[in-house]
């Protein structure tokens, strides 16, 4: 009866350790295409710098400069923000995965408490069948012993 109920709380517990998993997987997914477009951002930004120089090497109109800068600005500005994309999907990747550890956690306590409940009724039987046999045994001798008596006196 114990048993069957903790089992049913273990199956519980598995489904939503499943699905907290399954969140976090999610999650680690999303903070790996977080940081994708950082990177992919300050790669742009250094290979538009580069190419820049290139061809400013050559001379830049006041024009071209000031767009050019405007241009990295806008740039440092949306790396900045995909900085704070990447910390904030970090996080919850992270809070995810502690979630899961936790009812992980849980889950193999209640099937711990299963096991030793197991072990422990094991142990009750085997005791009480040591016990009943030590009684037939202890009757049987008895009665050998009565027999013999019996015959003796016959």
């Known amino acids: 009866m114990i048993n069957k109920r903790f089992a049913m709380l273990i199956k519980i517990q598995q489904e939503r350790e499943e699905k907290l998993q399954a969140q976090f997987v999610s999650a680690q997914q999303f903070y790996q295409q977080q940081e994708q477009k950082y990177q992919g951002l300050a790669n742009y930004r250094t290979e538009y710098i580069q190419q820049s120089q290139q061809q400013g090497s050559a001379g830049l109109q006041s024009r071209q400069y000031t767009q050019f800068v405007n241009f990295i600005g806008k740039l440092d500005q949306a790396i900045l923000q995909q900085g704070r994309a990447v910390h904030q999907a970090r996080a919850a990747a992270e ?12 889950r193999k306590a209640l099937e711990l408490l299963v096991e030793r409940n197991n072990v422990a009724e094991l142990q009750r039987q085997l005791k009480q069948e040591q016990k009943n046999a030590d009684e037939y045994a202890n009757q049987l001798f008895m009665r050998r012993l009565a027999a013999q008596q019996d015959d003796n006196l016959a």
């Open 95 to 106: 809070q995810r995965k502690q979630s899961w550890l936790a009812m992980q956690k849980k």
